[in-house]
């Protein structure tokens, strides 16, 4: 993430005042090469976590509504929970 917001904070300098062309492909280009390995951080991180998110109290009531349709529509059975 440092290394892209490095690049992206080069970017507004540039923009900052009179450069040559060169000088922001070279920033873009740095951009577009930090995507990929900041792409699969993100994924892999995603990856990882549990995947249940709390709900707020609203959001529960929401949730158990919800669940209460699917469930009687015989798509899901079982108590519904305030995570997912």
């Known amino acids: 993430m440092t290394l892209l917001d490095d690049n992206l904070q080069s970017l507004y300098r540039l923009a900052d005042g009179v450069n040559r062309t060169a000088s922001y492909k070279s920033r873009i280009t740095a951009v577009r090469?930090?995507?990929p390995k900041l792409t699969?951080?993100?994924e892999m991180r995603a990856a990882s976590t549990s995947g249940a998110?709390?709900?707020?109290?609203t959001e529960a009531k929401i949730a158990e509504t919800l669940e209460?349709?699917?469930r009687t529509a015989?798509?899901?059975?079982?108590?519904?929970?305030?995570?997912?």
């Open 74 to 84: 015989g798509f899901r059975t079982g108590r519904p929970s305030a995570t997912w």
């Open 33 to 35: 090469r930090t995507l």
């Open 68 to 70: 209460g349709l699917i």
């Open 53 to 57: 998110v709390k709900l707020d109290s």
């Open 40 to 42: 699969t951080r993100l």
